[in-house]
């Protein structure tokens, strides 16, 4: 297959000083395998780079642009005048990015979110599927960057700014890479799954020349289609996650969701700005249910976060109870540094905070003796992670690694880690389960 490489125009405008930023950029692009375009026409995007010393240097810079916007259309501008932004936006409010002078990082990051890195088998000094953490038989894949709400106790906005959305194309690439290197699961992860692609209104791209929107649901079915176990984490609760479920009932995707509730209280929920906190939660998990009975749901929730009453916090173990969540896990509120809930009134003294804590994890402990329970005398496919003596170390479509649950196999030491084998469940214990091969 021949590899596309993507092609950048460049105009250099200003003082040596300019100019030597324009060499940096043009340097990192050329490492990281980018083509430098000679024409506008040939371009996937251009950068200008600016002078805004005096006003004739200005107007020199406003008409670069001009030229590039109406020539190509994509641009990026950065340099002296891309401190002035407001000029620039006037004029041309559709430039894919404006930044200062010296300013390789944003440069480069505007670039990557609007034209996908090219990969060069021959010169990269990583393996086709980069450089792994986990083990051969399954891989994390990230498909956005950043987040776009606010939520009180977080801080990662202000460290990774704001959504930035792989391309389809990039990520269904690193999906298929990984599965020809035996890769078996793949574990879809970001810090807000559902909003993937809102970023980039949704915009198609190509893989195997077929058109794909960056959207959830699209994204889902596409890597469905490579026949490997896809589960989605960090998924929020919003209407259009609905759409996913069928392809869990399908078997295209594991029915398998990841969903961050955090609490079940209104007004807490809108105190700690969480995304889809005016969705009726257990209203939409008894219709997923209903689409696919056999989905397994796991959460995280907080307890303790600054003014919850008590009553809120019984409100919490009802929706516990009434939910009936496959997996949970559950912290005690503490403030992180440069998080607005910092401001917030009523902090839950320590002894309450642990008490909650316990009582909901009690709570939770029954729920999920209930749902083990059910599972004995089923029978599963299980996904073999490691050996511990005579047993092999495996998990069902409903424990992701490291956060859920194991199946425990009997008899299960030829077995290789990545080999897929149905199994019968003899019995569990708080967390795992234990099985026979099912013959
Ligand atoms: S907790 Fe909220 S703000 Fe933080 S990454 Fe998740 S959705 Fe974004």
Not at 133 to 143: D, E, R, S, V
Not at 268 to 277: C, D, E, N, Q
Request: with cysteine; charged share 25%.
């Amino acid at each position: 297959m021949e590899t596309y490489i993507p092609k950048v125009g460049f105009v250099s405008l200003g003082c040596p000083k300019a100019g030597s930023d324009s060499e940096r950029i043009l340097t990192q692009l050329r490492a990281e395998g980018y083509d430098i375009s000679k024409s506008y026409q040939e371009a996937d995007l251009v950068i200008v780079n600016t002078c805004g010393f005096i006003d004739s240097a200005i107007k020199e810079s406003m008409d670069a642009i001009g030229e590039a916007v109406k020539k190509n259309g994509k641009v990026i501008v950065t340099g002296c005048l891309g401190a002035k932004k407001e000029i620039i936006e006037k004029e041309y409010p559709n430039l894919l990015a404006i930044t200062g002078p010296h300013a390789l990082n944003e440069v480069m990051t505007a670039i990557h979110s609007h034209l996908d890195k090219p990969h060069d088998p021959f010169n990269d000094l990583v393996p086709p599927q980069g450089v792994r953490l986990t083990p051969k038989h399954y891989a994390y894949l990230k498909i956005s960057e950043g987040c776009n709400h606010r939520c009180s106790f977080c801080i990662i906005p202000s460290m990774r700014g704001d959504l930035v959305s792989r391309s389809i194309d990039d990520v269904m690439t690193e999906a298929e890479i990984l599965v020809n290197s035996g890769v078996s699961e793949i574990l879809v992860i970001s810090q807000d799954t559902s909003a993937y692609g809102v970023d980039i209104k949704y915009r198609s791209g190509f893989w195997h020349g077929r058109p794909i929107k960056t959207k959830l649901y699209d994204l889902a079915e596409a890597l469905g289609s490579l026949g490997v176990w896809i589960r989605m984490h960090y998924v929020y609760p919003y209407p259009h996650v609905d759409d996913i479920i069928p392809l869990m009932t399908e078997g295209i995707i594991l029915p398998y969701l990841d969903v961050p509730f955090q609490h079940a209280s209104p007004r807490i929920l809108k105190l700690m700005k969480r995304p889809a906190s005016a969705e009726n939660n257990l209203l939409r998990i008894n219709q997923w249910r209903k689409i696919c009975p056999d989905i397994a749901i796991r959460s995280t929730f907080i307890v303790g976060f600054p003014g919850e009453t008590d009553a809120e916090f019984e409100a919490l173990l009802d929706f516990l109870k009434e939910a009936e969540l496959d997996r949970v896990g559950c912290f005690k509120y503490s403030s992180v540094n440069g998080a607005t809930a910092n401001l917030l009134e009523g902090k839950v003294p320590e002894a309450i905070k642990e008490n909650r804590l316990q009582r909901f994890m009690e709570t939770q402990a029954r729920i999920s003796h209930k749902k083990l329970q059910a599972k004995v005398g089923k029978v599963f496919t299980v996904l073999v992670d490691s050996h511990e003596g005579n047993y092999a170390v495996a998990r069902s479509m409903a424990d992701a690694p490291d956060i859920d649950g194991k199946v425990y196999l009997r008899d299960g030491k030829l077995l290789k880690a990545g080999d897929f084998v149905d199994v019968k469940i003899d019995s569990y214990n708080q967390h795992d389960l234990f099985a026979s091969p099912n013959v």
